[in-house]
């Protein structure tokens, strides 16, 4: 029973934040009120209020249910092998989907409505998160040690493969927004699409850091060498 109860709560405050979405990005923030949100489900103004502080938290969780979602039906394959390939592979499987789209339209909205801006980034970096601890999830099952930790080296590369890639997305996702709300002229014609541009920004910074994560450990051991002879 509690389950179902659970499960209940999830489908409501899920239609919450899509509802909220869907009428900004129709309306604009400034137009949809909390009323109008819950007379769409429908529910009371106090069920919103147990899920969310305000319209705007709502927006931004519509963002990071996209991304967990594209998280949940991501599949890895055998042939991602190795922190580089495995995230690799989840970024582009995030692109086809459409799921990162969701942080460029969130972008988008932060823009037009700038007191949407901390709400946007907070759930980017949540969902990120999220992408991390799956990444983790993955590399635990492979290395067939579910229960276990990874060592401090492999969680060091996870975090800094993850951190610059969470910099880049964000990154790429308000230059975009910033550069589409721009008017547009003969002599400034208007950007490609964000998403298809993402992906090889996103090849050549795991193609770096690859390369970096590859030579640093010899690089520690010709210091750790150099350190024996004195």
Not at 126 to 137: D, F, K, L, N, Y
Not at 139 to 167: H, N
Not at 192 to 208: E, K, N, Q, S
Request: with cysteine; proline share 6%; aromatic share 6%.
């Amino acid at each position: 029973m509690a389950g179902l109860r659970e499960d209940k709560r999830e489908r409501t405050r899920r239609e919450l934040a899509r509802t909220a979405y869907e009428l900004v990005t129709v309306y604009g923030l400034d137009q949809v009120t909390i009323e109008q949100v819950v007379d769409r489900i429908p529910v009371s103004r106090r069920t919103f209020f147990n899920y969310f502080s305000c319209k705007e938290e709502a927006v931004a969780a519509a963002i990071m249910d996209r991304v967990r979602d594209g998280l949940g039906a991501w599949t890895p394959t055998p042939a991602a092998d190795g922190l580089i390939n495995l995230v690799r592979e989840m970024v582009h499987y995030q692109l086809d989907s459409g799921a990162l789209r969701a942080v460029f339209d969130g972008a988008a909205l932060a823009v037009a409505h700038p007191h949407l801006e901390p709400y946007w980034r907070a759930a980017a970096w949540e969902a990120w998160q999220a992408t991390g601890t799956r990444v983790r999830a993955e590399l635990l099952a492979r290395a067939e040690r579910p229960a276990a930790e990874l060592g401090l080296t492999d969680s060091l590369d996870l975090t800094a493969v993850m951190g610059a890639l969470y910099a880049t997305v964000v990154s790429c996702a308000a230059t975009s927004a910033a550069d589409s709300a721009r008017p547009r002229t003969p002599v400034a014609p208007g950007p490609v699409a964000p998403t298809d541009a993402l992906g090889p920004i996103i090849d050549r910074v795991l193609d770096r850091l690859g390369t970096g994560l590859r030579s640093a450990p010899s690089q520690a051991s010709e210091g750790a060498s150099a350190g024996e002879d004195y």
